[in-house]
């Protein structure tokens, strides 16, 4: 496994940005396809966004698309979500996650970090 933590939650308007960073501890991070969920309270954990080991391949919630951007370099052990456009839906606690391979399920993913929490006011 993996040990994995996020940085660069907080307090932000509508319509703001944010970037997330997600850093790993280990240097076989390169061979994890990594993820992004969140989840609001109240509410069940959900898929964001996820970017395949080599970056070649991404995925995004289709309610994200075009305002997010998941990224990764695997020299620095980190993968960045760069959210622009925020709304008030999209305040939850974020966490980056791995897996074996490029999957949305959140069963599939072995390791997690704490979470980072983002609120966006109205």
């Known amino acids: 496994q993996v040990q994995l933590r996020e940085s660069g939650g907080g307090l932000v308007q509508a319509g703001g940005s944010l970037r997330l960073s997600c850093a790993a501890s280990?240097?076989?991070?390169?061979?994890?396809?990594i993820a992004w969920f969140r989840q609001a309270p109240g509410k069940e954990r959900e898929f964001v966004a996820s970017i395949s080991w080599s970056a070649g391949n991404t995925f995004y919630l289709n309610s994200v698309k075009g305002r997010f951007t998941i990224s990764r370099d695997n020299g620095k052990s980190t993968v960045d979500l760069q959210m622009n456009s925020l709304e008030p839906e999209d305040t939850a606690v974020y966490y980056c996650?791995?897996?074996?391979?490029?999957?949305?399920?959140?069963?599939?993913?072995?390791?997690w970090g704490q979470g980072t929490q983002v609120t966006v006011s109205s």
């Open positions: 280990r240097r076989t991070f390169s061979n994890y396809a």
């Open positions: 996650a791995a897996s074996n391979y490029m999957t949305a399920k959140r069963t599939e993913f072995t390791s």
